[in-house]
């Protein structure tokens, strides 16, 4: 068949194609191939113009290869700018991204409300604003709990601050903390108590005082720990800091060295970064013990109006500026 169609191509029949030598030798060549594939089986030559297919296609799939791989590539880029642009708008993301939530519970207790004036109410409220963010923030969030809510603190929350209700992590409650935390588990933190608070016991809850009272209602919140009949500490303030101020903190203080207590480990710590500088706290040599009745006798309480954490030294310097 193959000697057939040379034959047809033959000088004298077309003189055009005579003398296309080349031509002559691609036509030997394409008629051998379609020789040697009418000899092959049906199945054969599928497969054999499969793999041609395939060769052919080589280059294109290499190309869309290619395509793909810079599509997915601006796709990361774009994304990691997105990260970037969110990271920048909103710097607490990335730390909220290593976040071990503590067992440990924190109590506000609401229920002094009608024991102050509208101003240290509002106070109040700010205090819990701020514990809300720094609890947000914290590496080691506590499990936060506001009970007792309502009078003048709801009022206030309603009116300067409606988000509230879409706050996140945090539990409100106007029932009495003793309805919502077991007795045996509560731990009321008050500056009178006689007993030093050494460690947190993460099965505990432990309630602060929701009040701004300059101290006008002196040992309000140990009496009603007491009539209860359940646990109650102080800080231990005494044993890591030497206070020129008594040892009454503001509710977001308090807050925040559990906080910083949960975070660093020890106590030391927590107290220098949380304390006001005008608290005046200067660190205790380690076996030295503060005059206490010299510090009872000083100016007590404190409003707690800064925004941010003073930085101070271990040894009192400001190193804020
Ligand atoms: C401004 S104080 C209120 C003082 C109030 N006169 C009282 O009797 O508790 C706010 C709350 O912070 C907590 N607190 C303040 N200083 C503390 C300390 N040194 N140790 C433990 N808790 C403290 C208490 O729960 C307190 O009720």
Redesign the pocket.
Known sequence: MANENVNIVSPCENKEQAGDSESTVETNKNSEESTETQSLSKRQRKKLLRQKKWEEERELRKQKRKDRKQQRRLQRQNNQDEERTEIDRNPRKRLRKVVTLSSVRLVV?CSFDSLMHLKDVRKLHKQIQRCYATNRRAPFPVQFIVTSLGGQLKQSMDEKDKGWVNWKDISFKTEHYSEVVAKEDLV??????PNV?TELDQNKAY???????H????????EKAKELGIAH???P?SSFVKMNSR?????N??FEIILAYLEKGNWQDAFFTVLPQRKGAVALDQDGAQDQEEEEEQES??DSDEQAPPQMGKNGEDTSS
């Open positions: 207790d009321y933190l008050t500056s009178d108590s608070l309630v602060i005082g929701g009040l701004v009272d101290n006008h209602h002196k040992g309000i919140t140990f500490a102080q800080l303030l040892k009454v903190l503001a509710v203080h308090v309480d404190f």
